[in-house]
């Protein structure tokens, strides 16, 4: 009996469902739980970027955004939900940038079979580069790989090119998110004969204690960070607590946040962070975003994170997302493109500085080309460092690549294994 | 007035034990189940099933093997999350290393192996009770989350460590994989709910469950009486183990397809399970689904109300959600610490007299 008048009630909730609206977007994010710290900068950009081509532009080509949001709250079954009701909103979800490992790899059988593209910037399956595969899925500018690698990098850099016999201790999440730059940085110590130790950490990361007091034991040379929401600000401040030497504590883009940092006061000041982006409100897209976005009244969220890391991430997630929409209508011609569309777009995306300079983000982030056969970018990205007197990261580096030798190797066994498993003929 | 014993004679053994004696009760549990299995499917879509009925179906399974431990038996267990990964890898396993047998059969003997590994974990039950078993089931929720995490074999060495279930087919028609049509999943699911449910009911009004329920009220008296309470606690843990991998292998192959054993399968699941039997009602097969369907369906309801119905911001209606959720839980729990199946037992015995009580 309560099942059934649940179920109708569900029907009725059903019905109201958002307002129709011609493009799409699907913003499934988490404001809530141990992740939100982290979560809520980056969504909060993703949408106020649409907001403002809302606003300033009327829409992408004359097509209005609708935007919708769903609240995942980096749960897997959450995500799946969120997935199932999103995925018919308006005209169908264009594009999917589901923030989370964990639920991309249960999105991408479903949205590859519903024909919706997933991009996941900078996390996700690595080896969704290889679009051959993985049709649609992106994993454009940067991936996880190319993080492990711009790690080692930099780290060759400070020792002139030698690390052999240095010891290097990896501290990831313990699950698909964490454990996916192992493999690399195993070929890389195997290549440049310096010693991995790793160190996992449990959901939710609150608890670090025996991990640290084993990195003050172990007394590694570098400690390399695979972390997330609250797990960052927790290891920053036990790295502070035993006074590692912060300019050799080195996090992958997701443990680089003013919100990780901050916690730990001046002490976490030398923090470094990798980056595939530019960091900072310098730019004039920002004039525009506070003119038409937050003066107005519209900022997503409670509008405080504008120009923060993770807020400059989302938002370049969203130009990217309307940068593939634009290319999409040059190339069927059509404003109000369906998400098959889109993927052609996306596959057929080329970013040059002279766009990014355009929409008023000159420099923002490396130039790259999408196609078949590389759905996951160049590779490049760049560190940066935390200036606890400032307040703010800063690039200390160029924009360098990553090992491809190493990297186009592992993606092409990763990729091979997933088509063999799941009976796919490589596209190209 | 219709809700009567009165009237419906019984003139042989087997009616006079059938499930449900009165009537009403047996036409409403036909009904119910024609409408599950002929009219449901016809009307499903991907959300309906993916958000609502799977997982109603599959912890309503979790539930049902976790009352068998805790309520009918008095065996507490905290390692249900554990017990269900151990179900899930064994699935996934299975799949993977004999692609050419059904996965039903790979459901079923998943369910098989973890009982097996919960029959090993209930061993301390023959010397600690209580708290102190809650503790040592505990440590099996964390053994195990540890082992798979850890052990590159039971992922089959995968780079990210997530298990992924690959296509399967029943009678030529995919439930596993994204290509499957809703209505399968939902039935596959269904039958095992359905099959479960009907074991479990008929298990303890037998000799098992009425040896169960003598150690849960007493286990001296219960030896006393002739109970090995050897043999009653370990059935009773692999009867419960049996059901928790099945709902765990089912949860991982036909609900999520890819799952990663921490975030899954963490001692959070546990007590969910936990709490959908206490909510739902200790010793009650109805009480797991209604414990289920509490906890599975109520969010997935207040969510679509508040978000999509109201327009509310999500991260407020996912606070509320936290909070109308738990204090309904509390509610429930002081105005019926028997959990929703003694209300419904409440409700049975007014309907008998309805509508001349006096």
Known sequence: ?428 | MFYREAGDFKTSYVDDNQTFPIKFDRYRYYVVLVAAFAVIPFLLNDYWVNAVFLPFLIYSIAAIGLNILVGYCGQVSLGTGGFMAVGAYACYKLMVAFPEISIFFHVIISGGITALVCVLFGLPSLRIKGFYLAVATLAAQFFLVWLFNRVGWFYNYSASGQINAPERTVFGIAVTGAQNPPWSAYLFCLVFTVACAIIARNLTRGMAGRKWMAIRDMDIAAEIIGVNPLKAKLTAFAVSGFFVGISGALFFSVYLGAVEVGEAFGINKSFLVLFMVIIGGLGSIFGSFAGAAFLVLLPVLLKNVLVGGLGWPTDLAAHLEFMIVGSLIIVFLIAEPHGLAQLWRVAKEKLRLWPFPH
């Open chain 1, 1 to 428: 009996m309560k099942q059934k008048l649940m179920a109708t009630a569900l029907a009725a909730a059903l019905m109201a469902g958002p307002a129709l609206a011609d493009l799409t977007i699907i913003d499934t994010s988490y404001r809530t739980g141990p992740y939100a710290a982290n979560g809520i900068p980056f969504s909060d950009g993703y949408q106020d970027y649409f907001t403002l081509l809302n606003a300033r532009d009327g829409g992408i080509g004359g097509e209005k955004i609708n935007l919708v949001e769903c609240e995942t709250g980096y749960n897997t079954e959450k995500g799946v939900e969120c997935y199932e009701a999103t995925k018919g909103a308006g005209n169908g979800a264009l594009i999917y940038q589901p923030l989370s490992t964990g639920i991309t790899y249960q999105l991408i059988p479903k949205a590859s079979a519903d024909g919706i593209p997933l991009h996941t910037m900078g996390y996700g399956r690595t080896s969704a580069k290889n679009g051959g595969v993985f049709e649609w899925v992106f994993n454009y500018p940067a991936n996880y790989w190319d993080g492990a690698s711009h790690a080692i990098t930099h780290i060759l850099d400070q020792n002139g090119g030698d690390i052999s016999g240095k010891k290097i201790s990896l501290i990831y999440h313990n699950s698909a998110y964490g454990k996916e730059p192992i493999r690399t940085l195993e070929e890389l110590s195997a290549k440049h004969g310096f010693e991995l130790v790793l160190l996992p950490v449990d959901h939710p990361g609150q608890e670090q204690k025996s991990q640290w007091l084993q990195i003050r034991r172990d007394r590694p040379d570098y400690v390399i960070m695979w972390g997330w929401g609250v797990m960052n600000q927790v290891a920053i401040q036990e790295a502070v607590n035993i006074r590692f030497p912060m300019e050799n504590f080195i996090g992958i883009w997701w443990s680089g946040s003013e919100n990780d940092v901050k916690a730990a006061g001046p002490a976490a000041n030398g923090y470094k962070a990798l980056t595939f982006h530019n960091l900072g409100r310098d730019y004039p897209v920002y004039a525009d975003i506070q003119k038409h976005v937050v003066d107005a009244g519209k900022a997503a969220g409670a509008g405080d994170q504008v120009g923060s890391v993770l807020y400059n991430r989302g938002m370049y997630a969203a130009m990217l997302a309307a940068e593939a929409i634009k290319t999409a209508q040059e190339m069927h011609g059509v404003s109000a493109i369906n998400a098959a569309q889109l993927r052609d777009g996306m596959e057929n995306l080329e970013m040059t500085e002279a766009k990014m300079t355009a929409l008023g983000l000159p420099g923002f982030g490396p130039e790259f080309k999408v196609s078949c056969e590389n759905h996951g970018g160049n590779g490049y990205g760049a560190v940066s460092q935390w200036d606890a007197a400032a307040g703010e990261f800063k690039l200390i580096t160029d924009y360098f690549q990553s090992d491809q030798e190493i990297i186009s190797k592992l993606v092409a066994e990763d990729s091979a294994a997933f088509a063999a498993e799941n009976g796919i003929t490589p596209r190209c």
